[in-house]
T-cell receptor, first 111, second 111 residues
């Protein structure tokens, strides 16, 4: 069966520090991968999505970047965090045109 | 870009009442999905719909894929306190398209 792992669950980082959040998927090949941010427990803002290794689409200009070094690995990064980067980050995967499955999320607090 | 209009934004109901929420779009979708998110966790898939007119149930939940392919609704019957959470609709147009999410419906159930 397919599983998705996202870590860490919580993270407190100082302003200006780097960020690396990792997401891995098991049990499927060539999934579509997504990074979302959720503020104030409401809407899901799509940050990045990827349909294959090295293929990254950015949805909104921001202080973050994403990479897909392997088929089932998706990384969210920042060189220097801002206070406004705080939020709940969710990784997800989907089969082509089908259901998406989410990780447990990372609560990032930038202080 | 594609947008999903999800309504209502929030609902406050008494335990035992039925609930209905819906999503509409100006674009056609090939897949409609409904998710529930508990606080501090990732959204969990409730129901997936793949065919126009399809009506699918999952326990007390019933969802339908609109005939026009531009809308979907979710009904919850005989609500209970654990139904509390944020419900999201999502649509997909195909294998190379990202999922589009509605902004969510916050459901509160008073015991």
């Amino acid at each position: 069966s397919q599983t998705i792992h996202q870590w860490p669950a919580t993270l407190v980082q100082p302003v200006g520090s780097p960020l690396s959040l990792e997401c891995t998927v098991e049990g499927t090949s060539n999934p579509n991968l997504y990074w979302y941010r959720q503020a104030a427990g409401r809407g899901l803002q799509l940050l990045f999505y990827s349909v294959g290794i090295g293929q990254i689409s950015s949805e909104v200009p921001q202080n973050l970047s994403a990479s897909r070094p392997q088929d089932r690995q998706f990384i969210l990064s920042s060189k220097k965090l801002l206070l406004s980067d705080s939020g709940f980050y969710l990784c997800a995967w989907s089969v082509a045109g089908g259901e998406a499955f989410f990780g447990q999320g990372t609560r990032l607090t930038v202080v | 870009g594609q947008q999903l209009n999800q309504s209502p934004q929030s609902m406050f109901i008494q335990e035992g009442e039925d609930v209905s929420m819906n999503c509409t779009s100006s674009s056609i979708f090939n897949t409609w999905l409904w998710y529930k998110q508990d606080p501090g966790e990732g959204p969990v898939l409730l129901i997936a719909l793949y065919k126009a007119g399809e009506l699918t149930s999952n326990g007390r939940l019933t969802a339908q894929f609109g005939i026009t392919r531009k809308d979907s609704f979710l009904n919850i019957s005989a609500s209970i306190p654990s139904d509390v959470g944020i419900y999201f609709c999502a649509g997909s147009r195909g294998s190379n398209y990202k999922l589009t999410f509605g902004k969510g419906t916050l459901l509160t159930v008073n015991p």
